[in-house]
C-alpha cells in the first residue's frame, strides 16, 4: 500500500524567510504533484513533477522531485502572507491515474 | 476553459433523503473523479471514470452512487446517508492516458452537511 508523509504538519513561517516541505512516498512512482488549499477552497495545481531530478519553479515556490530516495521537497523563498495555504502533495499509484495525498502542510506566514 | 464546476454549492441532507450531486468540465477530458475530503484531512478518492466506464471504485459504501451520462458531466446520487458522510466533495477531470497528461484539475467542490 503506498503511503505518503509530508512533514512539517504545520509551519508557521515569518515573512522574508525561507523554508522547506517535504514530502515521503513509500513506493515507486514517477508522477508526483504538489496542490495548494485556500481554508474552504478547492485544490489548485502548483507543480507536476513527472521524473527524476525534475525541477519546477514558479515565483517563490521551487519543487523538486529525487525518485530514488522518493522524497520531492517544496522550498519556499522569501515567505510572504499570500502563500498562507495548505499543501498538499500526491503521489500517483499504480496505472488509473489514482492519486494518494500526503496529510497536507498548514502553512501561517506572520508579518 | 480550463474549469471544473459543481453544483450545489452547500447541501443539507437528512438521513432518508435523496439528492445528487454534479460536475462538469468542458477541457475535452475523459477521466473524472470523487473525492471525499472531511475538514482538515486530505482528499481521499471515491470513484474514477475512464471514457465513462467505472474504472475504479475505492470500496465506497453503496449509498453512492456514481453515473456518467457523458463525457462532460459527472453525477453522485445520495441515498441514505449517516452524518459522518458530512464532508466537502470534490470533482475533479483529466485527460486521458494515452496522451500523457495526468495533471488533475478540481472543481471547488459541495459541502455536504448531513443532519
Known amino acids: 500500500e503506498l503511503k505518503v508523509e509530508q512533514n512539517p504538519l504545520f509551519l508557521s513561517m515569518q515573512e522574508g524567510k525561507n523554508y522547506t516541505i517535504y514530502c515521503n512516498y513509500s513506493?515507486?512512482?514517477?508522477?508526483l504533484y504538489w496542490y495548494r488549499q485556500d481554508p474552504g477552497k478547492s485544490l489548485e495545481s502548483l507543480f507536476v513533477?513527472?521524473?527524476?531530478?525534475a525541477v519546477k519553479q514558479e515565483g517563490r515556490l521551487m519543487a523538486s522531485l529525487d525518485t530514488k530516495a522518493r522524497l520531492s521537497t517544496l522550498h519556499i523563498t522569501a515567505a510572504v502572507h499570500d502563500l498562507s495555504a495548505t499543501y498538499f502533495c500526491?503521489?500517483?499509484?499504480?496505472?488509473?491515474?489514482?492519486?494518494?495525498f500526503g496529510g497536507g502542510t498548514r502553512v501561517l506566514v506572520k508579518p | 476553459d480550463t474549469e471544473v464546476t459543481q453544483t450545489p454549492k452547500h447541501l443539507v441532507m437528512g438521513m432518508t433523503n435523496k439528492k445528487s450531486l454534479k460536475c462538469e468540465q468542458h477541457?475535452?477530458?475523459?477521466?473524472m473523479y470523487w473525492y471525499k475530503q472531511k475538514a482538515k484531512k486530505p482528499p481521499e478518492l471515491m470513484f474514477v471514470?475512464?471514457?465513462?466506464?467505472?474504472?475504479i471504485n475505492e470500496s465506497v459504501p453503496s449509498r453512492f452512487s456514481p453515473e456518467c451520462p457523458n463525457s462532460s458531466l459527472l453525477n453522485l446520487h445520495l441515498h441514505a446517508l449517516q452524518p459522518e458522510d458530512s464532508a466537502l466533495y470534490l470533482c475533479?477531470?483529466?485527460?486521458?492516458?494515452?496522451?500523457?497528461?495526468?495533471?488533475?484539475?478540481f472543481g471547488p467542490g459541495t459541502r455536504l452537511t448531513v443532519t
Open positions: 471514470y475512464s471514457y465513462e466506464k467505472l474504472s
Open positions: 477541457m475535452g477530458h475523459r477521466a
Open positions: 513506493t515507486t512512482s514517477d508522477r
Open positions: 475533479a477531470s483529466s485527460q486521458d492516458l494515452a496522451s500523457g497528461s495526468y495533471e488533475q484539475y
Open positions: 500526491a503521489v500517483e499509484r499504480a496505472a488509473g491515474n489514482k492519486l494518494t
Open positions: 513533477l513527472l521524473s527524476n531530478g
